[in-house]
């Protein structure tokens, strides 16, 4: 049986008793008004779920008792009835906040589609805001923008899957916001209250790697002087995220792969079983299928882990969530630098509109820290975005932590231009491990791949 409180509105009475019946049939409740007033006394006394409204009422219109209607419940689905001969003034009701509308003589079977997709679709709009609004005051997330239909997209995702326990497979480009995304589906699940547990598997070096995982018993290895657990046993009951997963070397793999069989394993240097209860996210930035064919990452792994997969846009397919997300870091960096910046001017928007982030969401910010941090005035100018350094001679000097990592972006570009984006040698270059050469890259939104064509 359906299930949902509806009101209908019209003037002709046969018609709304014909309405009743149909819609009652499907299971639901409804109540009938003839009359505007009557419509609205209904809505102040109880709440409903959706409203059918006649597009022509005695003394009013459809489209005015919308509005009202929408003033006492925002959220409230209304569906318009309308004759052949007034379609467009149904149109324009959608334009103006209708759901739909449906012309008479209406087909049942049409109507009552139309009441449940929009019954579904005010469900999933109310679940999609609880999780922003849940993840805004717990963990400050309102960089989950979700103004552009597809960040929309991933978020409903979220929201279908986020109550079973199957595995979840990110892929996204660096910096696009994989770990906000697996920390909502973590806070959306039934094992909110238990660990959350995230360990980037790029940046750990490969000797290690299986320790930070599985844990190891003292003396295990040079160092362990004392036992650990690992990241499985510490999110027992709760969810894992490895991210960047494609990296990991092959025996690894294996490992890994043998947990999400059996969800048992044994720390380094011990020969007692641990098992565990986990809910498996993982993430990369890499094309794993293609890494298969290439014989770099294992098939019957990637085939575990492929179960729920999530694409997370790039920043330059979603550029309409650029603006709130600018005015989001402008509050961020306002609070923390205890300053009262306005927000960007129209010149320096464009700017950030026209570029295409190829570090993402992450490089925006970086963008907007390093221009407010720089600014003198209460408004971001064009000077100021996507520039490594300030671009005006005679500035005063920058606190020491703004002049170190002006420098050390305008330090890395120049490494990965002279190594035409190869990391292996720029790393070794600048004697850093690989795995920590491409943490300094993700810090400041810049991408070994943007240098590898260049002349």
């Not at 094992?191 to 980037?200: E, I």
């Amino acid at each position: 049986m359906s299930s949902g409180r509806i009101l209908v509105v019209d003037d002709d009475r046969s018609l709304i008793e014909v309405l009743k019946v149909r819609v009652e049939s499907a299971g639901y409740d409804v109540a009938t008004a003839l009359k505007e007033e009557t419509a609205l006394e209904a809505v102040k006394e109880q709440v409903f779920d959706l409203a059918i409204v006649d597009l022509q009422l005695d003394g009013t219109d459809g489209i005015t008792l919308m509005q009202k209607l929408h003033q006492l419940i925002p959220d409230m689905p209304v569906i318009i009835l309308t004759a052949h001969g007034t379609i467009e003034s149904a149109v324009e009701a959608m334009r103006r906040g209708a759901y739909s509308y449906v012309t008479k003589p209406f087909n049942a079977r049409d109507l009552l589609l139309q009441v449940e997709k929009a019954l579904e679709n005010r469900v999933l709009k109310n679940e999609i805001q609880r999780l922003k609004s849940f993840l805004d005051e717990e963990y400050d997330f309102g960089n989950i923008v979700a103004r552009s239909e597809k960040m929309h997209a991933v978020l409903e995702i979220v929201s279908r899957i986020a109550a079973n326990d199957s595995t979840v497979y990110i892929q996204g480009e660096s910096g696009t916001g994989k770990e906000l995304i697996a920390k909502a589906i973590h806070l959306a699940s039934t094992r909110k209250d238990s660990p959350f547990v995230a360990l980037n598997c790029a940046a750990i070096p490969e000797t290690l790697l299986e320790s930070k995982l599985f844990g190891h018993e003292k003396g295990a290895f040079t160092g362990a002087t004392q036992s650990a657990k690992g990241s499985f046993s510490q999110a027992h009951t709760g969810t894992i995220f490895l991210d960047e997963i494609g990296d990991m070397s092959p025996t690894i793999q294996a490992k890994v792969l043998r947990v999400l069989q059996e969800r048992q394993f044994y720390p380094v240097g011990s020969e007692k079983l641990v098992e565990v209860d986990v809910r498996v996210i993982v993430a990369t930035n890499k094309d794993l299928e293609e890494e298969v064919k290439k014989g770099n990452f294992r098939s019957d792994l990637y085939y575990r882990i492929h179960v729920i997969p999530i694409y997370v846009p790039p920043l330059r397919e979603r550029k309409e969530d650029i603006q709130p997300l600018v005015e989001h870091f402008v509050k961020k960096y306002n609070q923390r630098m205890k300053k009262e910046i306005k927000g960007l001017t129209p010149e320096a928007l464009k700017k950030l509109l026209l570029h295409d982030w190829p570090g993402n969401v992450r490089e925006l910010e970086n963008t907007i820290e390093f221009a407010m941090a720089m600014t003198k005035l209460d408004t971001i100018t064009e000077d100021y975005v996507l520039q490594s350094r300030a671009p005006v001679e005679d500035e005063t000097l920058k606190p020491l932590k703004d002049a170190k990592n002006a420098f050390e972006r305008s330090y890395l570009i120049g490494l990965l231009q002279a190594c035409k984006g190869n990391v292996s040698e720029a790393a070794e270059l600048a004697g850093k491990y690989r795995a920590d050469f491409y943490s300094l890259l993700n810090k400041h939104g810049l991408n070994a791949a943007d240098f590898r064509s260049a002349e």
